[in-house]
């Protein structure tokens, strides 16, 4: 007997959703130094955005550039475990992937800040691609 799955073959890659990280999500909601907790939690992408944010509005673009890419890196990390293909939908929505996000949309603006214009656009496109409701946000 043949059965019918009713899938739809053309909807693309479900979305990827990368794991929690409650205490250095905590320690960092508490008030505790975003280098203090890259060090302890070196995987945890929003701390490594934080420091990119501080640092770009500081003035200082190539340090939030290096930090921005050590937590998208960091991230890419997570995201293949988790078993994303290179491509595909990572939601805003879902809270652990917003560092990430960040951290991408940090690469971004700060390539563009040091005149990378290509890798600026690149980290644009992958930021759109990913996730319209991060730009939506991430542009406010």
């Known amino acids: 007997m043949l059965m019918e799955t009713h899938e739809n073959l053309l909807a693309g890659p479900p979305p990827t959703l990368l794991p929690d990280n409650a205490?250095?999500?905590?320690?960092?909601?508490?008030?505790?130094?975003?280098?203090?907790?890259?060090?302890?939690?070196?995987?945890?992408?929003?701390a490594w955005a934080a420091l990119a944010d501080d640092y770009f509005a500081a003035g200082h673009a190539v340090t939030s550039y290096a930090f921005a890419r050590t937590g998208y890196h960091r991230g890419l990390d997570q995201l293949r475990r988790a078993g994303w293909k290179g491509h595909g939908p990572i939601p805003w929505e879902h809270e652990p992937n917003q560092g990430f996000l960040r951290c991408l949309n940090a690469l971004a603006r700060a390539a563009q800040a040091i005149g990378e214009k290509d890798e600026a656009e690149r980290c644009f496109q992958f930021l759109r691609d990913s996730s319209p409701a991060a730009v939506e946000e991430l542009s406010r």
């Open 23 to 46: 205490e250095a999500r905590d320690m960092l909601l508490a008030g505790a130094m975003a280098a203090d907790v890259a060090a302890r939690f070196p995987a945890y992408s929003a």
